[in-house]
């Protein structure tokens, strides 16, 4: 099969498009024949070798070189084959998900069908290509950990991104009261996801403008904002989370007011959002769409950052 392969940490140019064996699916685990699969921060990670949450991303990704030569964990596609303890899924069934290592930047990809799901009916494949990982992560945060309630206002801190922009939908499942924080050109879409106020961070400091929330999202991460800068602009039991777990692991572990997450992609959650994508109340913003051959381009894009939404990858044509 295609796939796009690397044998060493490193830039972009690592990634190398060739012909490798195709895999063949474990007793729990279906292979995917994968029509488009998308770009995340942690394919940067793998790729780059850098070492993260204290050393754990190396342990995934491998010390002195790359323990998996395939990137790619979102995936939207058809089901090739199945193990022999697959009960969920067969042949013919099309399905998104991301497997726990990458593979999806490839035409066949083995997922364990617990992280798998039936691919939303009105999403064409580079859109569901889009959904796992980062609207797990909106999912994860804003229902899971903080138990999102009806009225409550919330703050979402780089409302642009792949999981700000699925974070504003999933937020809006439970109140009106969303605020979306990114740069102006991105305005527009966040008012269209649902958004009711905006702030351009480019000429407005949400945390001393007075405004008080129930939960402040950060879907930046990256040290752009912390828990410090946030504590005035929440209410009383105001909660601050953030996709940074580094930042906040040890340092707030008795603080029930600060949280990071470390986010599940699994079934449960990949049906509950197809319930809401086919009911058309979330959807996925797709900022631009690479062919597998130009992976290194895909990723070259991505690490630009500023992106409306998510950059996907194209693996077969008519998608
Ligand atoms: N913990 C987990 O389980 C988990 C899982 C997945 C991802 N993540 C993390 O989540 C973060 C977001 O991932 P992503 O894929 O959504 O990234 P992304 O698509 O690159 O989005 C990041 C967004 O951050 C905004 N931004 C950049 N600089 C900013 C600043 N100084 N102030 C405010 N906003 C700024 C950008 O919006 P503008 O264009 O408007 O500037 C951009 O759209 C990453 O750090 C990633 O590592 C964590």
Redesign the pocket.
Request: hydrophobic content about 40%; charged content about 20%.
């Given at each position: 099969m295609k796939a796009v392969v690397y044998d060493k940490f490193g830039p972009p140019d690592v990634l190398e498009f060739k012909d490798v064996d195709k895999p063949t699916p474990k007793d729990n685990e279906i292979l995917l024949k994968v029509h488009a699969t998308s770009v995340?921060?942690?394919d940067m990670?793998f790729r780059s070798g850098a070492s993260l949450l204290f050393g754990f991303t190396k342990v995934m990704a491998g010390f002195r070189k790359p323990k998996v030569n395939i990137l790619g964990f979102d995936a939207s596609g058809e089901v090739d084959s199945v193990g022999n303890k697959v009960t969920k899924f067969k042949k013919g069934d099309l399905v998104y998900g991301a497997a726990m290592l990458p593979g999806g930047n490839a035409e066949y990809y083995r997922i364990a069908e617990e992280r798998a799901a039936l691919k939303p009916a009105n999403m064409t494949h580079i859109e569901a290509a889009a959904v796992p990982?980062?609207a797990c992560?909106a999912y994860?945060a804003l229902i899971d950990k903080v138990s999102i309630q009806e009225g409550q206002k919330v703050l979402i801190?780089?409302?642009?991104?792949?999981?700000?922009t699925f974070a504003i939908q999933v937020a809006r499942l439970f109140t009106t009261e969303v605020t979306a924080?990114?740069?102006t050109?991105?305005i527009s879409n966040a008012k269209e996801l649902g958004a009711k106020e905006i702030i351009d961070?480019t000429q407005e400091n949400f945390t001393t403008n007075g405004q008080v929330y129930d939960i402040i999202f950060d879907?930046?991460?990256?040290k752009?904002?912390t828990y410090k800068d946030c504590k005035k602009s929440l209410t009383k039991k105001g909660i601050y989370i953030t996709?940074?777990?580094e930042a906040v692991l040890f340092k707030y572990m008795f603080n029930k007011r600060v949280i990071?997450?470390?986010?599940p992609v699994n079934t449960q959650i990949l049906d509950f959002l197809r319930e809401q994508i086919e009911a058309r109340k979330i959807k996925s913003i797709v900022e631009k769409t690479f062919p597998l051959s130009q992976t290194a381009d895909a990723h070259r894009y991505?690490e630009k950052?500023?992106?409306?939404?998510?950059v996907v990858i194209s693996v077969i044509n008519n998608n």
């Open positions: 995340n921060a942690i990670i990982d980062a992560v994860s801190y780089g409302a642009s991104g792949g999981v700000g924080v990114c740069s050109d991105k961070y879907a930046v991460g990256r752009k904002i996709v940074d777990l990071g997450i470390f986010a991505y950052g500023h992106l409306k939404g998510k």
